[in-house]
């Protein structure tokens, strides 16, 4: 105990002083844009109580500055004895793109601007269309075909359309099978930033310090499932379509040059709520919840469906499952 | 130390001094620099988003530039490990200009990587003391420690062997070693460079072990072809191999230096060849990539092609390129050893620059096709970094010719004989 109140007054004392030695906090480097205070920002792992709360005051007054909004930005840390887990019913998905829209509401991503070309919109959720199947047929004895030809069928992740676009979904010859961060037990993307800018947390999902990023888009390369976005300019937000509830390591709003991606939600979940994109969807083919805890509806799925993950065959062992009825 | 002050002084000045055409070229590199320097004020205020480089294609023209470009440096080696390894004479004299094109090729490696950042003013975050880097983990921090620690050992190297010539004492032994150790440091640049893209079992494109092995290969070819090109123009404009000059580049080291290259590219080419045949006959969905390559990919209706026509043209060139190597007599005309050095140097840039960082992208691991050409603004700062790069060869190598050539020397030693150098 004596120990622990000493490490914590060290801990404070150190806070004081490194908050000390920056001169001209509020300097602003023109160009690049960013005040000395930003620039000497630690790495969020590595501030203390009070360097985190100094560094959300600043966030606060800046995003009221330009978005005139009143933000809260909490650092609800993960949960003991929760790792999430994500199921998707592919059978039931029509194709809607509700989750998508109403991921970008919850997530305050880029928006695409009426009138600047350059400000464009980011999603975190893709949702692919497929075929049920496609036959080519074969011309009998050429190429060790059979009158039958070529089928592609199934989840096949090459031959699919990103972009579709038709009166009413579903469409009777299709499926549907969205794709966001899968947040992988052994995720390539954490293992290949030279920063350590993007880590898994305790309960499993993948985070990224959007203060710590230096933009250099390894992980973008190393992700198998294209789950992470870059923002390549600064972000458009509509002051009316920002969700003021945030988390700083997941919704707040993001700056130019830095990577993110789909976090389950964690300003939600980490309160008790399910993911947006759980409750958007209006067939209920998203399921959410712990995977310890045997009456989570995700182990409900895992116990009594069949279910698969994408890409296994890499080793970076998904807690983001697939199924049908 | 006040010797060190006035070696330094006096290199600054002359490589600062020159005839009106050097002037010119100095003028017409800072120029270029200048331009790209205003196309990245823009980008520094804009953001990435005046390259065409997108979610789907996230590495560009900057990244491929630079792949190739670590090839460049590392094969100052070619030259370094015959003249020291082998004693091999023809080599002595040139072994400078090797080390300092390494020096040129590394500042346009470091700078293609900063101008690729999203966000420059945390590059201090990959270090240790100023940030955290994820060693051993990221190959990007290993990439940091091996093209530092390659431009040290090549400013080291040249800088200390110049500084000696130039006070007219022997080199101490202690200099051996780190020339020992440059050589496979030279190695270890480009094959940490091939890994970052070899390690990502996301992208099958470049998920392939002979990725190193061909790295170095096709940087065995394209170095030494450079280096040709560039012995023959620093030979015609400067002292080198006018009467009453120490200095000499013999044809033979050229014809060395040509066989060399003849050599890497029927490795490279045969390589090549295994990986197309591996991915080919395998014929899984591995193939995608390659087929965008040289046949165009087509989805849903459409062909996309953009980069077939280059690196048809590539493969061409570098086909030409081992054709006019491999005869003694094509190899030992000028024209047309000239030709196939071009030919050699520009095939490769394609086929390992763009040719390579590009389909890596396409499709996307989740079946998007995305095709990327670079903007105006991208050309213009690549274009820039390059100039930038040859604006510091050309300074080094004036002071090393000054010095080397006898046309500079310290006060103190104006009257003793230039000492063994190697």
Redesign the interface.
Known sequence: MVDESRRDFLKKAAAGATAAVIPFANVR?P????TLEE?FQK?YK?MSEEEKQRVIERLKKEYKEKYGIDATIKTTEAREGVVWGYALNIQKCIGCRRCVYACMRENNQSRASPTDP?KSEIQWI?V?EIEKFKIHPGEEGKDFRTRFGEIIAGV???????YYNPEHVPEEDKFYVP?QCQQCERP?CV???????TWKEPDGIIVVDYN???????C???????A???????PYLPKEEINPNMHYLGNRIRM????EKCTFCIQRTREGRYPACVEACPVGARKFGNLLDPESDVRKVLEKKRVFRL?EE??TQPKFFYFMD | MSKLIDFVITSIKVSLTGSRKYYAWLASLLIIVLFGAFSYYYQLKYGLIITDIRDQVSWGSYIANFTFLVGVAAAAVMIVLPAYIYNYKEFKHITIFGELLAVGALIMCLSFVLVDLGRIDRMLHILPFTGTPNWPQSMLTWDVIVLNGYLFLNLLIPGYLLYKAYVREPPRKWIRIFILISIPWAISIHTVTAFLYGGLAARPFWNTAVMAPRFLASAFTAGPALMIIILQIVRRYTCIGKPGCRLVVTDRALFTLAHIALISMLVNLFFLGSEIYTVGYAATSHLAPLKYLFFGLEHNGVTYAKLKPYMWAAITMEIIAAILLLFPKTRKNFTTLNIACIFAFLGIWTEKGMGLIIPGFIPTPIGEIWEYYPTLMEIMITLAVWALGFLVYTLLLKVAIAIEAEEVVHPSAKDKEMPEMH
């Open positions: 480097i160009v690049i844009d960013v620039f790495h590595e350059t893709r692919l096949n992740l090459e031959e699919n359309e990103h794709i390539p293992k290949v930033c030279p920063t350590k800018a710590w990023c230096i933009g250099c888009r390894f973008l390369a190393a992700c198998p499932y294209w992470r976005r870059f923002n390549w300019s600064d130019r040059g830095v990577v890409k890499l080793g």
